[in-house]
């Protein structure tokens, strides 16, 4: 579908507006993943697939395409240079592999677009598959700096005093850059879990011109902040001053929290922004 920048608000509230006035996004991979027989015990998690079975993650995208998601999830999240060199890998492959799983998640697209041009169903449903052909994006994930690391840091937001905004930056930078020019919809920075790391997102969005839009999913254990404690009204304002936040919204937090942080998320008054949680 693309977004430009210029227009990335009016095109999403179109494609919002296409979609019934809400969208469907896609669920766990890593579940999906392992019902598929895949073997994610690994510090690069889902991630793996992108190594072993590229396949498998097709698979599953194409999976939720069917079962009626509107946006699909690439299998980015914990996929990092630095996890690839740590196995091994140089650089460049790392980032081929970032590529790749952008391209993975277009290819579904592709494949479902003309699985739903075979079938030409004007009720658009076979065999409890739904295929309609409809606007669908592909957001390229980006996890937190906590999921790299594969200590659960990602649900504390604890990275220690030495872990600074530069740090964060520059541990993201060239990923976030790979990702963008691969040529997903949007980035979808995921389980932020600190204002700190919603922060280093958000200048890196500006000083390397990234030229697609973002949401900002954050987490919370207690309803009120995000898991490190820091206000979610305070994570929700920096994404609102950040141009390219198109969405915030909520990820890996108890159903039960979820309307009580989209109230407070409310109170940042974003004229601009659309909201999400999954």
Not at 66 to 87: H, M, V
Not at 115 to 143: M, Q, Y
């Amino acid at each position: 579908m693309g977004f430009g920048i210029g227009n990335s608000s009016s095109a999403m509230t179109d494609f919002l507006r296409q979609s019934g006035g809400y969208a469907v996004i896609d669920g766990g991979l890593a579940t999906e993943l392992e019902r598929h027989g895949a073997d994610l015990n690994d510090p690069l998690w889902s991630a793996k697939c992108l190594i072993s079975s590229p396949h498998l993650i097709k698979t599953v995208h194409l999976d939720y395409l069917e079962a009626g998601a509107d946006i699909i999830i690439t299998a980015s999240y914990q996929a990092t240079i630095q996890g690839f060199e740590s196995k091994g890998m140089s650089r460049d492959e790392g980032e081929a592999l970032l590529k790749r799983s952008v391209e993975i998640a277009c290819e579904a697209r592709d494949t479902y677009y003309e699985r739903c041009a075979e079938h030409h169903l004007s009720e658009g449903i076979k065999n409890d598959k739904i295929l309609k052909k409809r606007p669908i994006l592909v957001a390229a994930s980006v996890g937190s700096y906590g999921a790299y690391l594969a200590d659960g840091s990602e649900y504390d937001g604890n990275y220690g005093d030495a872990v600074t905004l530069s740090t964060l930056k520059e541990f993201h930078r060239r990923r976030v850059q790979v990702l963008a020019e691969a040529g997903p919809d949007l980035i979808a920075f995921e389980t932020i879990p600190n204002k700190l790391e919603a922060q280093a997102f958000a200048e890196l969005l500006e000083e390397d011109g990234i030229n697609i839009p973002a949401w900002f999913a954050f987490n919370s254990k207690d309803g009120v902040n995000v898991v490190s404690g820091d206000s979610v009204i305070e994570c929700a304002s920096i994404a609102e001053s950040c141009e390219k936040a198109i969405a915030v919204g909520i990820n890996c937090t108890p159903p039960r929290f979820i309307r009580g942080l989209i109230l407070s998320i409310q109170k940042v008054h974003f004229l601009s922004c659309n909201y999400f949680i999954f």
